[in-house]
Nanobody
Framework: QVQLQESGPGLVKPSQTISLTCTVS??????????WSWIRQPPGKGLEWMGVIAYDGTTYYSPSLKSRTSISRDTSKNQFSLQLNSVTPEDTAVYYC????????????WGQGTQVTVSS
């Protein structure tokens, strides 16, 4: 059974960086052709796709967040991470990591989500 678990600070100050890690168990992040995404949901709004890292390490980002977002991985720990820079209160959201079996496929596994609040 594949499980994804987000971790990271729940409170970040404006202008600082949100750093989150998704730890994956029950499957390798390097398995062909899985993709590993970060998705967020601000309060009262819908889901927003932020970016993805593929099984081969290739990354793609939402155009609206690309200038502030970086996704990386640690294959030795079977983890992938999100950094969102220069945050504002509008970045307050529940952040999820999720897996799809191939690019463009529906997400089959999700983490439980982690609340991140941007506030001074």
């Amino acid at each position: 059974q594949v499980q994804l678990q987000e971790s990271g600070p729940g409170l970040v100050k404006p202008s600082q960086t949100i750093s989150l890690t998704c730890t994956v168990s029950g499957g390798s992040i390097t398995t062909n052709y899985y993709t590993w995404s970060w998705i967020r949901q601000p309060p009262g709004k819908g889901l927003e796709w932020m970016g993805v890292i593929a099984y081969d390490g290739t990354t793609y980002y939402s155009p609206s967040l690309k200038s502030r977002t970086s996704i990386s991985r640690d294959t030795s720990k079977n983890q992938f991470s999100l950094q969102l820079n220069s945050v504002t209160p509008e970045d307050t959201a529940v952040y999820y990591c999720a897996r799809a079996v191939r690019p463009g496929a529906e997400y089959e596994y999700w983490g439980q989500g982690t609340q991140v609040t941007v506030s001074s």
